[in-house]
């Protein structure tokens, strides 16, 4: 089974919806994942990936189902270097997550004293439980750190949803700590991932990554991919984003 994953197209977060460059992100996504023959569509309830998810599904005639787990992750915490207010709890500065040797954990991470405030294992926990009824649904049961092939398929699925619980449900896959992929790893808007199952003993199953965070079908039609998922690649290019 494949699973694709897709986060929405460059965001107008003030609408909940998209900007004039991220539904002609959308459109080019659509001529991709039109060609996918897809077994089922499933979609945050959040209007940018609503958006995201609209020409594609016009296009092959489909429905999508809205999962509320598929939104973006949304726990918040008190992190270190900020005192005026709480963030959400995948955006810490590198000097201060790194310094803490658990996060880089796949069973401690959530232990750090901000996480364990924040009762960010609890919503993570949710959101994972949920991809994994969801995998079962498609014939997939979790058995510890793998998954049990109890009928074993050929399907694609396709997820619109977002970076942050992206990197949730790609941490709990591979058993990783979140952190890393929060942090280390970056999902452009639009951009596709894409995961297969590995079944080399039968039923015996783990996720293999094929690709991270794709926009090939943005350089197909001559779009440049958005700066909205990064920060400055120097400090003093000051028309790139600091925070």
């Known amino acids: 089974m494949k699973i694709v ?5 460059e965001p107008d977060y003030s609408i909940d919806s998209l900007t004039e460059k991220g539904f002609r992100e959308a459109e080019f996504l659509s001529q991709r994942l039109s060609q996918i023959e897809a077994k089922a569509y499933y979609v945050s309830p959040l209007g940018r990936a609503k958006d995201t998810a609209a020409p594609t599904l016009k296009k092959v005639g489909r429905t999508a189902e809205e999962c509320p787990w598929l939104r973006e992750f949304d726990a918040v915490i008190d992190r270190p270097d900020r005192t005026d207010r709480q963030t959400i709890a995948w955006d810490w500065l590198p000097q201060d997550w790194m310094a803490e040797k658990d996060f880089f954990l ?12 924040g009762n960010v294992k609890a919503q993570y926990d949710k959101v994972t439980g949920e991809l994994d009824k969801l995998l079962e649904r498609h014939g997939y049961r979790r058995e510890g750190r793998l998954y049990r092939a109890i009928s074993p398929n050929n399907d694609t699925i396709v997820l619109f949803c977002h970076f942050g619980v992206t990197c949730v449900l790609l941490s709990h896959l591979f058993n990783l700590s979140p952190m890393i992929l929060w942090h280390n790893f970056c999902a452009l808007p639009s951009s596709v991932t894409t995961v297969v199952t590995e079944e080399r003993r039968e039923g015996i199953v783990s996720f293999r990554m094929l690709g991270f965070g ?14 909205a998922a990064r920060f400055r690649e120097c400090y003093t290019n000051d028309w790139e984003r600091l925070d």
């Open 5 to 9: 994953i897709v986060r929405h197209a």
């Open 106 to 117: 796949s069973d401690q991470w959530h232990q750090v004293k901000n996480m364990v405030e």
């Open 214 to 227: 794709d926009v090939s079908h943005l350089y197909a039609n001559g779009e440049e991919p958005s700066f």
